[in-house]
């Protein structure tokens, strides 16, 4: 193999595979018309599955604000006091809106945080209410406030109030407001009065964004699972709420909130009235279902353009399948490079990024190409993607260990329920705590199984990585997910690099 292809791949900068924390984001993201779609138009939530691009589509709206004339605020809820928030539930309301009251507080003082920096903001008597409330609570700190309101609040006989940190802060001559709101409810009241008579009067043509991302951070410790349900039911129907309202008066202010796609079809469980967001929702999907999709997937045009970027005499449209070809690393398979590495992970940018860091890597190591370079980073690749799932996983499977050992049983080749049933599962029942078809049917929702359907002149197969509303058919044979598969075969014998 030519030095000249190893250094090519070698100079490749793939990025980070958490567009989160992507410092180069902005030269490499593939907008499809995004900021029109979530901010322009008419949708409150971005639902997808983990690594599709939700954290990369929020961080990348935030920084096209100087461009389009906006104000908007980033809430992470990475280290946010969660378990702080479960505890303030407002006795006022009924499941499941017991968190709505502490919500509204945090955009409402959110928007008014906005309007108080926002260099065109008109100073009337809205905006010195405003103004003067927001320094009340938070003096000059105005960072992270949704952390800092979560902090600040204190609930005492089921009512839920605010106060400053400091006691400077009420010897200012603004204590006004401690003695006109006793609690939340009367502050939500004043302050969205405010807000709308504020924007309403507002001759600017400046948009104010929230948006709300890494709601589903460290989701698998949470002690109450069904108290965090509740909270973020709430939080969707302020959002919701709020938004229709801002929409009738035609102001340009909007929240959105961007949410797992399991936690978020998980919700109608709890309350039937999320159906009516399916409208306002956009479904982050980079799934290849139909094969003439392949040719120009998103996913390679993904990859493509970061390539492209770092090699410029490659093509934009072929850059990927010119370097990783079957023929100059040895592939022997019948699909392409491109292919395979799709199909052995979840059809996710994420996956097509570890996977081609681990071949990389792999290059490095060796500091040649050969026709073991591919298996080799398959194996350093799926011990990663099994770990990642394992996680997500953890909510109800709490002992990884045995369920490892039962899929090792079970093995790569297809099988039906009653096989699982009556030969493989009878020794692991007592120790999951799941009757056989929940366990297959909760593996489905993860794409660790999915359904195999051989027909006399190919193969077919049904997996929520495909159809993410798609459910787990017991009359068809199931099999462990390759890539799955390939993690659990490796790991009794290797740890990852």
């Not at 600017?204 to 349900?229: A, C, K, V, W």
């Not at 978020?264 to 956009?282: G, M, T, V």
């Amino acid at each position: 193999m030519s030095t000249n292809m190893v250094e090519l791949i070698k100079k490749i900068d793939f990025g980070d595979i958490d567009g989160l924390y992507d410092a180069n984001l902005e030269s490499y993201f593939i907008d499809d018309n995004y900021w029109q779609t979530i901010v322009e138009n008419n949708i409150y939530f971005v639902i997808g599955r983990k690594g599709t691009g939700k954290s990369a589509i929020y961080n990348w709206i935030e920084k096209q604000a100087g461009n389009n004339d906006a104000i908007i605020s980033n809430m992470s809820f990475k280290d946010f006091p969660f378990e702080k928030l479960l505890t303030l539930k407002d006795e006022d309301f009924s499941r499941p809106n017991q968190f709505q009251s502490i919500w509204r507080n945090i955009i409402f003082l959110e928007l008014a945080s906005q309007i108080t920096r926002d260099a065109n903001s008109v100073v009337n008597d809205e905006y010195k209410q405003l103004f003067d409330y927001v320094h009340y609570l938070f003096g000059d700190d105005v960072i992270d406030l949704h952390k800092q309101v979560v902090t600040k609040a204190d609930k005492t006989s089921g009512s839920i109030s605010l106060k400053p940190l400091s006691l400077s802060a009420e010897s200012t001559g603004n204590t006004t407001y401690a003695r006109e709101f006793s609690n939340i409810t009367q502050i939500n009241r004043k302050l969205e009065n405010l807000i709308i008579n504020y924007f309403q009067g507002y001759p600017e043509t400046t948009r104010f964004l929230i948006q709300f991302d890494q709601l589903d951070d460290n989701y698998t410790q949470y002690q109450n699972m069904g108290e965090y349900h509740q909270a973020i039911i709430s939080l969707f129907k302020v959002i919701y709420d709020i938004n229709q309202t801002f929409k009738s008066r035609n102001i340009k202010a909007k929240v959105v909130g961007y949410l797992r796609s399991d936690i978020y079809n998980s919700i109608d469980q709890f309350d039937a009235e999320s159906a009516r967001w399916d409208r306002y929702k956009l479904n982050l999907n980079w799934s290849i279902v139909n094969r003439d999709d392949w040719a120009n997937a998103r996913l390679l045009r993904m990859i493509n353009k970061r390539i492209h970027l770092s090699i410029p005499s490659l093509s934009e449209y072929g850059a990927f399948n010119a370097l990783f070809s079957k023929k100059v690393f040895d592939f022997d398979s019948r699909e392409s490079i491109f292919k395979f590495v799709v199909h052995r992970g979840f059809h996710r940018p994420r996956d097509v990024l570890q996977f081609s860091i681990k071949i990389q890597d792999e290059i490095n190591r060796t500091n040649s190409i050969s026709r073991s370079t591919i298996p080799s980073a398959e194996k350093e690749y799926s011990l990663w993607l099994l770990s990642e799932i394992s996680n997500e996983i953890a909510v109800k499977i709490n002992d990884q260990d045995i369920l490892h050992e039962l899929l090792r049983i079970v093995g790569p080749q297809p099988f039906s329920l009653t096989e699982f049933k009556q030969q493989r599962y009878k020794n692991f029942e007592a120790k999951l705590g799941m009757d056989a078809e929940s366990l297959l049917r909760y593996l489905y929702q993860f794409g660790i199984v999915l359904n195999r359907n051989r027909l006399k002149t190919h193969t077919e197969y049904y997996s929520i990585m495909r159809n993410d509303r798609s459910t787990l058919n017991r009359e068809l044979k199931i099999q462990i997910h390759p890539g799955i598969w390939k993690g659990l075969h490796t790991s009794t014998y290797s740890l990852r690099r």
